[in-house]
């Protein structure tokens, strides 16, 4: 904050401040399309998708009426169609609605799940339902577990599921509702058996949810796309094209396989913003369908990308992150100081591994060389922030401790970049 | 959609296609920065604002983390702080965050209103607790009802308020926990009084929020801001400055007078995320506070509209748009043409009114006149519309028919374009 000038005052500051500001905003910013920043699970600067985010902050207009974003809405429904056609509902009057990120996406799931199953929960609340479980794979992401906190479910209710027997051990006054899927886990970019999840769930008549924010973009690629079977199976999907599609943040989606029941979940039927007596078809509003009022304009960059891309144009850029994964994979196999935490080819971007600098190469596996591998990640990305040359992520998961993540979506990235990031771990780690 | 090829396909499209795709998309689109765009509470096109926004979707990256967005946390503090400050809270550890739009604000207050009073509904769920009641002011926005669905509690138990009898009336197996009161409702621009209703949450021991969301702007005038007196006693506050102030969409602020309570409410931990080893205090990782995970950045763009203007130049664009009511407000008084649905001064920017075809002025006031006038607004807006000229907000409300409600919130307004769009209702009703 030293020499950045950001506190507000009651007077305005002259033009060049204001530039000297911009400019001191990108400068002490993170370069998140750097081809070298892998840091999350969205990176890179498609430059049609920025047009598309610059042309959508010009129209600085609102999806929740099609009177105020006609050709928005209309984009909506069109990109939506084409996500269900991908996903396998192309013969379904399926629905959706695109929110603020992944995580809203995962509630809606929970949401809709909970009132087709309950309808009357919208008017009574919980008070009126049954004891209620959502069931969640194992590496899911923690955003069920939030949907379950904020929908007033409580995290206590989301029970990981390994195995079918779990669904036959709650208590019998407890009601299973709903599962979450996983296509494509934030930390080890796994796929769940959707085929064998979408067996149990019509067995026990459960919704079925795939989380696919992560994997969702594989089903871009004629190559990849098997690793999603049985998704056509689900009733929901919730798809994050600002993560491996590359499209700018925010653009989330969620996908629900039966027209009208966001609608009936969440319309309020406001009459101030919802007229009944419009000029056209009032279904094309769609601001009563979410859990929001306004809504930012998250669509248009995507079709413009999509347009400027083709199908095939995803496919090609999806198809080069997973070779560069395999790329990673391979070098880290080869290279003697570095440790894959799964020895299996990966099935997304996401390869796991520790770095093991030679001191601790000389410590035999036990407590005390797993207690100093911990401290290896965290230093490394310390110094590797300090100096600004790459940036990774790291945790620890299970009883796995501290290992790195790396993750392809940079469409900017080469296979040159991947050797230096592991010499930079080496440069920044060998003396740990 | 004739001419407008808006399918998507699976090979990728010349430039030149998308450069026509994009002026069609804001050919198409509707103009909301057009000084005769009058339809939402949400208008004008700030230039300092748009830069914001285009720095922002360049930046393109996520408030979760410190890590990824360090600037831009710290602006978000700056921000809040200093919203604080208006609210009356300077003397207070206070606590925000910036969320998708107002609903989600005031999602947040009622969701942390119920972990204030119950911090077992996060793991346990509303099996847990008594039965809760929430209260709102009479025209209170659709969202607190919304809120009500979405966590659980149920519509029913959003009860509105007119008299503080209401309270005693409840069953006592019921908990009052919340009230909302408005600053500055959606449709009459009113302002509950909220001294009077902090008296009554006080002796109930109720959360007090304030919907400012449209309101809050007058905070920044020293000529307005007595009208939301008391809201420095309330315990949350919805204030979306992308509203009355001006700044593109979205830019919504939910403020509340505990600090560490958000978080409290709404961390799961993640260890992907938020690992507790990283070189910074990570209570600056602002992601574990919210029901999101990605999370758009809104602060800059506000940020560098407030250095542009100095809080003083919101002042005056703020006191400008009143002026405009006001005056909007005389000359609907003195048309004969014109009724006001209130004869009371403009609290707000909103002024609400009929326009009264010569036809309609021979028929009694009664049922068929009612009938008739509630036709009216519709129709000439359907002209409107198709003629281009200029767009504003039509609804019944209450007991009352179809009634224009014009609000300003757009600094490129002039008089003549008040006098043009009653002169336009004129010429496109008369015949009506």
């Not at 959508?56 to 105020?68: D, G, L, P, R, V």
């Not at 399926?94 to 809203?104: E, R, Y």
């Not at 599921?161 to 930390?187: C, N, Q, R, W």
């Not at 990235?413 to 080496?426: A, G, P, Y």
Request: hydrophobic share 40%.
């Amino acid at each position: 904050m030293e020499g950045f000038s950001l506190e507000l005052r009651d007077q305005p500051e002259p033009l060049e401040q204001i530039l000297v500001d911009c400019r001191d905003t990108l400068k002490y910013g993170v370069k998140t399309g750097h081809p070298r920043y892998f840091n999350q699970l969205s990176s890179g600067l498609d430059i049609v998708g920025l047009a598309g985010e610059w042309l959508s902050a010009t129209a600085n207009t609102n999806m929740f009426t099609y009177e105020i974003a006609p050709v928005f809405v209309v984009m909506e429904e069109i990109l939506l169609k084409k996500m269900h056609e991908m996903v396998g509902w192309g013969e379904i009057e399926a629905d959706g609605i695109f929110s603020p990120g992944g995580t809203i996406s995962n509630l809606y799931s929970v949401l809709v799940a909970r009132y087709k199953r309950f309808p009357e929960i919208k008017t009574k609340g919980m008070a009126a339902l049954p004891h209620i479980s959502l069931f969640v794979s194992e590496h899911s992401h923690y955003s069920i577990k939030k949907a379950a906190a904020v929908l007033g479910i409580g995290t206590d209710n989301v029970i990981a599921m390994k195995e079918e027997h779990i669904l036959l051990a709650i208590p019998s006054d407890h009601i299973p509702l709903y599962v979450s899927a996983t296509a494509g886990t934030t930390v080890y970019g796994a796929f769940d058996p959707l085929d064998n999840i979408a067996d149990i769930c019509e067995k026990y008549g459960l919704w079925m949810h795939v989380d696919a924010a992560w994997g969702g973009g594989l089903l871009m690629s004629r190559k990849h796309s098997f690793k999603l079977n049985g998704i056509e199976r689900a009733n929901s999907v919730t798809w994050n094209p600002h993560k491996l599609m590359g499209v700018p943040l925010q653009c989330s989606a969620f996908l629900v396989c039966e027209k009208g029941l966001l609608q009936a979940c969440n319309q309020m039927c406001a009459g101030y913003l919802f007229q009944p007596d419009k000029q056209y078809d009032t279904t094309y509003d769609t601001g009563d369908k979410t859990i929001q009022c306004g809504r930012h304009v998250d669509v248009f960059k995507l079709w413009l990308m999509w347009k400027a891309k083709g199908t095939r144009g995803f496919e090609i850029l999806i198809n080069k992150s997973l070779e560069l994964a395999e790329y990673l994979y391979r070098e880290l196999n080869s290279r003697e100081n570095f440790e894959l935490v799964f020895d299996a080819e990966p099935e997304l971007t996401n390869v796991c591994f520790w770095y093991i600098p030679p001191n601790l190469r000389r410590i035999p596996n036990g407590p005390e060389r797993e207690k100093l591998l911990h401290q290896v990640a965290p230093k490394i990305k310390t110094r590797m922030i300090e100096e600004g040359t790459t940036m990774v992520s790291y945790q620890p998961h299970g009883d796995k401790v501290n290992f790195f993540r790396m993750v392809f979506s940079n469409p900017a990235t080469r296979k040159s970049d991947v050797d230096f990031l592991l010499e930079e771990i080496e440069r920044l780690g060998k003396d740990l």
